[in-house]
Each structure stands twice: as structure tokens, then as C-alpha cells.
């Protein structure tokens, strides 16, 4: 197993352990917006260039699951958002400095 690939789950963690440091137990969906399956969400808004888009989107739904975060498009579009800025989606970035 080489670096990068055991450094893969790095940015899921840094998102999970955010999302632990929430004051909220779960986040229900609200009035008006209805659950989305976030593994077929990720996979269509993330960039095409992305590699291993289905480990990201497996992940990702896991994290979603499992910290009782709502489903919806707005939740999973911040999520990758964060993920773009502070990582490229690659496992191991280059941080300057």
C-alpha cells in the first residue's frame, strides 16, 4: 500500500471530526427540501477529473450517515466545496510553507 493511498481518508477525517465538534446531535431535513441518496449527489457534482470519485462518494455518504448530517444538495455542495479548497480532492496535498 503506497503513502498516498493510506493517506487517502486524511480530508474524510478532518470533515468528520468537524462535524463532531457540532452543538447538534442530527440535522433534520427541512420543511420543503427532501433526503437525496449524497453517494449519487458526489458523484455528479464533483469534477470529472477526480480520481477514485467512488471511494470519494462512498465516503462521503458514510460520513453523512454516520454523523447524522441531512442529506440534501446544499449539505453535500458545502462539503465538496471544502474538500476542493483545502485539498484539490487529493489525498495527500502539497501544503505550502
Known amino acids: ?3 498516498a493511498s493510506r493517506l487517502y481518508p486524511l480530508p474524510f477525517l478532518a470533515v468528520a471530526i468537524l462535524a463532531g465538534c457540532s452543538s447538534q446531535s442530527g440535522q433534520p431535513v ?3 427540501e427532501k433526503p437525496v441518496d449524497v453517494a449519487s449527489v ?3 457534482k464533483m469534477p ?5 470519485r467512488e471511494a470519494w ?3 462521503i455518504a458514510t460520513t453523512f450517515k ?3 448530517l441531512a442529506p440534501t444538495v446544499e449539505n453535500i455542495c458545502s462539503v465538496l466545496a471544502v474538500a ?3 485539498s484539490g480532492y487529493q489525498a ?3 501544503v505550502p510553507g
Open 1 to 3: 500500500m503506497s503513502a
Open 30 to 32: 427541512s420543511k420543503g
Open 42 to 44: 458526489v458523484r455528479q
Open 48 to 52: 470529472a477529473s477526480v480520481k477514485d
Open 57 to 59: 462518494a462512498k465516503d
Open 66 to 68: 454516520s454523523q447524522g
Open 84 to 86: 476542493q479548497q483545502e
Open 92 to 94: 495527500d496535498p502539497v
